[in-house]
């Protein structure tokens, strides 16, 4: 029986190959420029509805919260109004702060078409069993970075401006935000929640190829707790234990999600011998 190969194989050298990954780098390149550029000229928009939102009450997690504090009858979880005020000290900070938004969110809005980018790059090569898992590969891949991101921007980044923003160590120091610091904090979070929720992606990829499996997943869940606090404590900047409960959850609670979507190496292999 002949060797499969793949479908589209079109038997190019390996010049042609790097010539086609320029192209799809140039193209990638285009479109984040574009985007980069009419996200540049919607300042008041991006700023003031999106950026800048979660530093007031009125913002939707805070609205969300009041509502359900009234449902359950816990005054409590109502959030105090308040209203985080800004400063800048830097001559230039708004103007580069301007740009290193925009250049933010066309990476982030842009993500899928660099996926499709790539994936049109590499579908040649696969082979059609291939092909449909590395299409469910990027999808998952797609959703999880954006649903990271819309965590981190909803809830963690608010929680955290709020607990930090009215912390005081005593009333004779008042607080003093920069731009720098809430810009800083606001695509630091949201970007690495962004990033952290591929999680399952990854722990399913390595139990596919054998690295681990999910016995050993759940045999180490009390392992796993104690490297995503430190993972926690890493990618949040400010450092207080707040923010590393807040980050800290949705991390296990991807763990366990993780664990749902891995293999099991041995009984795969039995499931063979009984088919």
């Not at 681990?212 to 450092?239: M, N, Q, W, Y």
């Amino acid at each position: 029986m002949a060797a499969e190969t793949p479908l589209n194989d079109t038997g190019m050298s390996f010049w042609e190959h790097l010539e086609e990954f320029r192209k799809v780098l140039i193209r990638s390149v285009i479109v984040l420029l574009v985007l980069m550029v009419v996200i540049f000229l919607n300042k008041t928009f991006v700023f003031e509805t999106i950026i800048f939102a979660p530093r007031s009450s009125d913002f939707v997690f805070y609205k969300w919260l009041e509502s359900l504090s009234r449902l359950l009858n816990i005054p409590s979880m109502a959030p105090e109004p308040f209203k985080l005020e800004l400063q800048n000290i830097e001559l230039a900070a708004q103007f580069f702060t301007h740009i290193n938004i925009s250049l933010s969110l066309a990476l982030v809005l842009g993500t899928p078409f660099i996926l499709y980018q790539l994936w049109l790059f590499v579908k040649p090569a696969l082979y059609e069993k291939e092909r449909k898992a590395a299409v469910r590969a990027f999808a998952w891949c797609s959703f999880l970075f954006f649903l990271g991101v819309l965590a981190g921007y909803f809830f963690v980044f608010p929680l955290t401006i709020n607990f930090l923003g009215n912390y005081r160590v005593t009333d004779w120091v008042e607080n003093q935000i920069t731009l720098q610091s809430y810009i800083h904090m606001f695509t630091w979070l949201i970007l690495i929640m962004g990033i952290v929720f591929e999680m399952p992606v990854l722990l399913r990829v390595l139990s596919k190829i054998g690295i681990i499996s999910k016995d050993f997943l759940k045999k180490h869940r009390k392992h796993a707790f104690v490297i995503l606090l430190i993972l926690a404590a890493v990618i949040t900047p400010s450092g207080d234990a707040f923010t590393l409960f807040i980050v800290t959850v949705p991390l296990y609670l991807l763990y366990e999600a993780s664990i749902l979507v891995s293999y099991n190496k041995k009984s795969e292999e039995d499931e063979k011998v009984a088919v």
